[in-house]
């Protein structure tokens, strides 16, 4: 100190940080405030601001009170200079991580907003956060007087060595984010690959993609192998898809009856079964004279990918009652086996056309019985 203290400077010591207590307290009841206006809004931003001043307000009065109560005390013009330093660099700090806070949780409320799941693509969200920290530094070093350019030239210079030591990882890095810029693949997006992997998209980080199979198991793929790997995305261009069913009448099947029945059906169970789109009209389509019936197809369309097995649940069990009220047959598999034993007469054979004009050319299937 320059000179002895004094009880005037105790007063102004203690009034100074008196003074920054009661504002740190009116700020925290302001906030308060303010936190609860802002849960009434829409916008998840206002309330991810509100929860950063929270975080640097307190911080804030207290070094306003502490650099207060240190220029009313005799202090030397070297220690003034590091105290003010000090207080300087924890403000830097403190708000370089709250604003790192807040652009990392604007990120992930924003891919929250598009994907409407609760995992989000955790790679934008790490970078901006690093990203923030970084500058935040660099400015600090520089407030505090250390030249940072030669700072910079030793991480050039190390980035480069950096970069050819792990180039598996920075190219799942870049693969994650040309995945994402690309749109072709976000979270919350139902995927099939080529290898046969599938499921929905629950976070892209900035080394793998996490995909949730159905039976709720975790499939974990590199960024670079989903980025070169021929992917079925079952939620573009939109949600809502088509599935078609398979069924099959017998050929004395009236096929006009058969189709209003069947669209009657699909009707019903778009409108009233969960998962349905009932602005759709359902399509039947006649397609196969197969072995043993008549087959088609019944065309629907589902809210979205996982929708479409309680449809085809429903819509089977729904046809296959509606088609017994109707006295619609629903044909088995039938053929004919003939065996003959080494050494029999030959059976005659089947009629021609000739011999019975309602049969056609069929022939039986002769198999033969070893050790016989």
């Known amino acids: 100190m320059n000179r002895a203290l004094t009880l005037h400077d105790l007063i102004v010591v203690c009034a100074a940080l008196a003074a920054s207590v009661a504002m740190g307290l009116l700020s925290r009841m302001a906030l308060r405030w303010l936190g609860e206006r802002a849960s009434r809004t829409r916008w998840r931003g206002d309330d991810i601001i509100v929860d950063a001043l929270r975080t640097i307000a307190p911080w804030a009065c207290g070094a306003a009170g502490v650099s207060g109560a240190a220029a009313a005390l005799p202090l030397t013009a070297a220690v003034d200079h590091s105290v003010n330093q000090v207080l300087t660099a924890v403000l830097i700090l403190v708000t370089t ?33 690093i990203a923030v920290l970084a500058m935040g530094v660099l400015i600090l070093l520089e407030t505090l007087g250390i030249s940072i350019a030669p700072l910079l030239t030793a991480l050039g210079v190390g980035g480069l060595a950096v970069a050819l030591a792990l180039q598996d ?129 019944v065309i629907l369309r589902v809210q979205e990918f996982s929708d ?43 009629r021609t056309p000739e011999g019975d004009p309602a049969l056609g050319p069929k022939s039986p299937v002769r198999m033969s019985k070893a050790g016989h």
């Open 97 to 129: 991580v709250a604003v790192a806070r807040v652009i990392a949780d604007l990120v992930r409320a924003q891919a929250l907003s598009r994907s409407g799941v609760a995992g989000s693509a955790t790679i934008f969200v790490n970078i901006t956060r």
């Open 308 to 350: 479409q097995y309680l449809i085809k649940h429903e819509f089977l069990k729904r046809l296959h009652q509606r088609y017994r009220t109707e006295a619609i047959d629903i044909p088995l598999p039938m053929r004919t086996v003939v065996l003959q034993q080494p050494g029999q007469v030959p059976l005659p054979g089947p």
């Open 169 to 297: 990882t920075l190219a799942n890095l870049f693969a994650g984010v040309h995945i994402l810029a690309s749109k072709t693949v976000q979270p919350g997006h139902y995927i099939r690959l080529g290898s046969g992997e599938e499921g929905y998209v629950v976070d892209i980080n900035w080394r793998n993609t996490t995909v949730r199979q159905l039976p709720d198991n975790l499939v974990i793929i590199p960024n670079a192998k989903l980025a070169g790997a021929i992917t079925i995305n079952y939620h573009q261009p939109e949600e809502q898809m088509s599935i078609m069913i398979q069924a099959r009448v017998d050929y004395d099947s009236d096929l006009d009856h058969v189709e209003r029945v069947s669209i009657e059906v699909a009707t019903e169970v778009m409108a009233e079964v969960s998962g349905g789109v009932p602005d759709h009209e359902p399509v039947v389509r006649f397609h196969t004279f197969g072995e043993a019936g008549i087959d088609f197809s």
